[in-house]
């Protein structure tokens, strides 16, 4: 019925303005399932704001945006967000509820029994890295940065939602453990077949973990290009990344 | 003698506490639903604290003096001692409501929507959980100072174990100036401690 309804996400010529300041102009970009969009830019470029308009914690000033083939403004706005996982920096865990109750949050509030919930949870938290047993119960408090991150991904899974936002999700993570999750998170793009839309300021972990490459530059779309294309700096933005990834390189010897 | 004055602390003291206890209830009945209408609306939020603090700055007795020739809620009595003290209970409560919720980290708030939580779940799940001992800081403060400012009521004939410290002071009688200040001494220890305890087996984290 609709050309775009193998798209999860649709985005249609959105803009978006904040005060007086436009924060995005005219971007058009699909997210198909198994793949992840990660959106590369500066800090300020608006990769945050486009984030927030996909599951309506802004409201779009201009354009559309089409999740499952319908418009984002169409949806019962709660039964659209605990269909789109969330993934932010610092988890946002709820520190008065346990591992177990964070990872549930999405199928309790759709109401699944008891149950189901604990079977859902505990095959998660086991593909996230954390034993229920030794997890479930305790509190974030308990928890290390990278744990803590692998619970909130475990949250955003779920409910086995169509797609994934994650907004910086391993930048506050030592290098490491951000390592550590970024492969994992690979392996589950590609088992799960979601969709996913990454953004980071992270030049190698765009190169990683992209199907395609959308890189941001003032709020509108630079470039867009598989990471091996990307390599190949067709824009001055794309060459600036670039050059911050080789010296890099050479500035840590 | 000794048993009549046992026999007065103790209904005096009973009297106090009713005075106390009606003014708290009464003031976080009002002061928490309030707050939580004010955690939505900045605006209105700078004037409604600003109002309580000037509040808290007019001295009890004055305050006291004030509401006596007021209609209907004034008069001698109980009653207008209860407002008063009512007056003075909202600011602490208010403002630690205000202060737990507004406190709550902006990452878990973030999450709570973006996960699909409705306003109300979102309030009551996760909102008042994290801020109850801050509430509940604010509930101990206003009832340990409402249980000193309480003995002033007396003077506008609302009883309590003021009545002693007025009459003590009227026949220059420490003895029945104790009489009074003491056990209202202990009663605000006692309220401390217990509400501290309260507030640690409460607290959600």
Not at chain 1, 116 to 124: C, D, G, H, S, Y
Not at chain 2, 23 to 32: E, F, P, R, S, T
Not at chain 2, 105 to 111: N, P, T
Not at chain 2, 159 to 180: C, H, W
Request: proline residues 5%; aromatic residues 6%; charged residues 15%.
């Amino acid at each position: 019925m609709n050309p775009a309804a193998t798209a999860v996400l649709e985005i249609r010529n959105l803009s978006h303005r904040i005060g007086g300041r436009w924060i995005l102009h005219n971007i058009d970009l699909t997210v198909a399932p198994g793949e992840t969009v990660v959106l590369l830019g500066r800090s300020g470029c608006g990769k945050t704001t486009l984030l927030k308009c996909v599951n309506r914690l802004l409201t779009p000033t201009q354009g559309e945006i089409l999740f499952q083939g319908r418009s984002t403004a169409e949806w019962d706005l709660f039964r659209m967000r605990r269909w789109i996982g969330y993934v932010i920096q610092d988890a946002g865990l709820f520190p008065h509820w346990t591992v177990a109750a964070n990872a549930g949050l999405v199928p309790l509030l759709e109401r699944w029994e008891a149950p189901a919930i604990e079977k859902r949870v505990n095959e998660l938290l086991e593909t996230v890295g954390l034993p229920p047993s030794e997890f479930a119960a305790r509190y974030p408090r308990e928890l290390s940065g990278g744990q803590k991150q692998r619970v909130g991904i475990a949250r955003a899974l779920a409910a086995d939602p169509p797609l994934l936002l994650l907004d910086e999700p391993f930048a506050a993570l030592d290098p490491i453990t951000r390592f550590e999750l970024q492969k994992q998170f690979q392996t589950l793009g590609s088992t799960m077949q979601k969709a996913s839309l990454f953004v980071t300021h992270d030049i190698r972990e765009a190169l990683m973990l992209a199907t395609r490459i959308v890189l941001l530059k003032g709020g509108a779309i630079d470039l867009v290009a598989t990471p091996a294309n990307f390599l190949a700096g067709a824009t001055d933005e794309a060459r600036a990344f670039l050059a911050s990834l080789e010296e890099g390189w050479s500035g840590g010897g | 003698m000794n048993q009549r004055l046992g026999g007065e602390i103790l209904s005096l003291t009973l009297e106090h506490i009713e005075l106390v206890l009606v003014a708290i209830a009464v003031a976080a009945l009002v002061a928490i639903p309030g707050a939580l209408v004010l955690t939505r609306r900045a605006g209105l939020r700078r004037g409604m604290v600003g109002f309580a603090n000037v509040v808290q700055t007019v001295p009890s007795l004055a305050l006291f003096g004030f509401l006596l020739p007021l209609p209907f809620i004034g008069g001698i009595g109980k009653h207008t001692a209860i407002i008063a003290l009512c007056l003075y209970a909202i600011l602490p409560i208010l403002r630690n409501t205000l202060v737990g919720i507004l406190g709550v980290d902006a990452a878990v708030r973030e999450s709570a929507v973006a996960m699909g939580m409705t306003p109300q779940q979102i309030l009551r799940q996760v909102e008042l959980p994290l801020a109850l001992p801050s509430i509940l800081a604010g509930v101990r403060i206003a009832t340990v100072t409402t249980i000193g400012t309480a003995t002033i009521a007396a003077a506008i004939g609302a009883g309590g174990l003021g009545v002693f410290i007025f009459e003590g002071i009227a026949s220059v009688n420490s003895a029945m100036i104790l009489a009074g200040a003491i056990p209202a001494a202990l009663m605000a220890v006692l309220a401390d401690e217990g509400l501290e305890w309260i507030e640690r087996r409460w607290s959600a984290v």
